[in-house]
């Protein structure tokens, strides 16, 4: 069983930034792939960024390419999304996910996200 457990979303004002933490519990985060989603009100959970178990293949989805950065720390077994360039349609929960055999088993939380224009 793996707890992840998101933080550090907030209020911010568009063009801002925002750091998002995962933090993991129960089992090492080296063994997964690692999802970030969100998911804005009436509308359905869409997919942010991925990195892969080694911390390398970054992917993202077109509307967050050169503003979102996602990393982490096998170390500290945490995850993280750098957001720059907040825009008020990046509003939304945010959800980390741990991903194997191309399935996403664990959920946290989310953590919400409010970008004002």
């Known amino acids: 069983q793996v707890q992840l457990v998101e933080s550090g979303g907030g209020l911010v004002q568009a063009g801002g930034s925002l750091r998002l933490s995962c933090a993991a519990s129960?089992?090492?985060?080296?063994?997964?792939?690692m999802g970030w989603f969100r998911q804005a009100p009436g509308k359905e959970r869409e997919f942010v960024a991925f990195?892969?178990?080694?911390?390398?293949?970054?992917t993202y989805a077109d509307s967050v390419k050169g503003r979102f950065t996602i990393s982490r720390d096998i170390v500290k077994n945490t995850v993280y999304l750098q957001m720059n360039s907040l825009k008020p349609e990046d509003t939304a929960v945010y959800y980390c996910?741990?991903?194997?055999?191309?399935?996403?088993?664990?959920w946290g939380q989310g953590t919400q996200v409010t970008v004002s224009s």
């Open positions: 990195i892969n178990r080694s911390g390398g293949n970054p």
């Open positions: 996910a741990a991903e194997r055999w191309a399935r996403y088993d664990y």
């Open positions: 129960g089992r090492t985060l080296n063994i997964y792939g």
